[in-house]
């Protein structure tokens, strides 16, 4: 039995929810979220709270039941408190500015690298450049915004140089062992 499916997700004040078909709508006061769901998993309302459902016991219908519930309950999360990713600039003249609605990068490239945000997705930046911070209500969309920018300068192990998440831990490495040793 799939304990995440089972779990009904109450719905707050101000959240109006709708389904049509195969997707489903949820409108709160940050703003509106649309999702398509498997034609086989049934997701309705019921006394203020959502419930879903799934038609048989087959491995599939178990997987697609947790995963409709828990994409349902990050809509409502999401249009009711929202979602924010925090990302650490390390290394010696590497910083983010803003510019406009943009972030400019200086990477220790050759050039600098301008990121520009999807329409729903916000950067602010705090600490002289070194906390690039991004606000969204799609979880899944600040989520995949946040690893293309860490992608852009992944942290390196040796000096710990690049791009990460706040609260990220990057093992460090030894360097060479002529260097260990003297």
Same mark, same amino acid.
């Given at each position: 039995m799939s304990r995440v499916g089972l779990k009904p997700i109450s719905l707050p004040e101000g959240v109006a929810f709708s389904v049509s078909g195969s997707e489903v709508t949820v409108k709160g006061p940050k703003g509106q979220l649309t999702q398509r769901i498997h034609p086989d998993i049934a997701v309705k309302q019921e006394s203020g709270e959502i419930k879903v459902a799934r038609p048989t016991d087959q491995r599939g219908h178990r997987a697609l039941h947790g995963l409709t519930r828990a994409l349902v309950q990050n809509m409502v999360k999401g249009v009711t408190e929202g979602y924010e990713i925090r990302l650490e600039v390390n290394g010696t003249g590497y910083r983010a500015e803003l510019q406009g609605a943009e972030i400019k990068l200086v990477l220790g490239f050759s050039h600098d690298v301008v990121v520009v945000p999807p329409p729903s997705v916000t950067f602010q930046v705090e600490? &002289?450049? &070194?906390?690039?911070?991004?606000?969204?209500?799609d979880k899944a969309l600040i989520g995949q915004v946040a690893a293309d920018i860490r992608k852009l300068r992944p942290p390196e192990p040796y000096q710990g140089k690049g791009i990460r998440y706040v609260g990220e831990v990057v093992r460090q490495k030894a360097g060479k062992a002529g260097k260990v040793g003297s």
């Open positions: 600490d &002289r450049g &070194r906390i690039i911070i991004l606000t969204s209500i």
